[in-house]
């Protein structure tokens, strides 16, 4: 899937090498914010780096299943979600996002989440989705909660962040849970 509508102000596309400058820039100019909870900021130094990063998407997609979006809302570029260490055997995967500073708090992420469930559930017919985050970061965790997530527990020393690791809380979601959520809908 190469391009997923969200809504009239909200696309979603598969990332691709040429979007190696766009994805660096926003790192970089948001740097300060997207470091306090996630640890591959400091390693993202140069466009190289992100160029190296989605090659290995592209590479991995057609035997692990994940995939990466860039989201754009109003025709500009504000972050990426994506399915991280999908199980296809086991018929799972982890849900991951973020933004630039500017185009949080909107909504944003939450209707981009509610359309990647949908294909999770529906196209790729996962049984479960996680979303971790590291304790304290609180606004995942309300976007887990908003989308009817259950919290499962915390993962202690889950993730590394530079020489620190941290606590993930772990939240998900099982297809039975969501279509039934859907037919009361």
Not at 92 to 117: F, S, V
Not at 137 to 150: D, R, W
Request: a negative charge; aromatic letters at 10%; one cysteine or more.
């Amino acid at each position: 899937m190469q391009s997923i509508v969200v809504s009239h102000e909200l696309l979603l596309e598969r990332i691709s090498i040429s979007d190696a400058t766009t994805l660096f820039a926003a790192i970089d100019q948001n740097r300060t914010n997207l470091r306090t909870w996630l640890p591959f900021v400091d390693q993202t130094k140069e466009q190289l780096d992100s160029e190296k990063f989605i090659q290995r998407i592209i590479e991995n997609r057609d035997h692990s299943f994940n995939e990466e979006y860039m989201i754009w809302h109003q025709g500009g570029f504000v972050g990426v979600i994506g399915f991280h260490n999908t199980d296809r055997v086991n018929e799972k995967t982890e849900l991951g996002y973020w933004l630039i500073d500017e185009a949080r708090g909107q909504g944003i992420i939450t209707k981009c989440c509610k359309k990647i469930i949908e294909i999770g559930f529906e196209k790729m017919r996962l049984n479960r989705i996680t979303i971790r985050c590291a304790v304290g970061n609180l606004a995942s965790e309300k976007i887990a909660q908003k989308l009817g997530f259950t919290f499962e527990g915390v993962e202690l020393s889950g993730e590394r962040y530079n020489d620190t690791f941290f606590d993930l809380k772990q939240y998900s979601l099982l297809q039975k849970d969501f279509l039934a959520h859907q037919a009361s809908l």
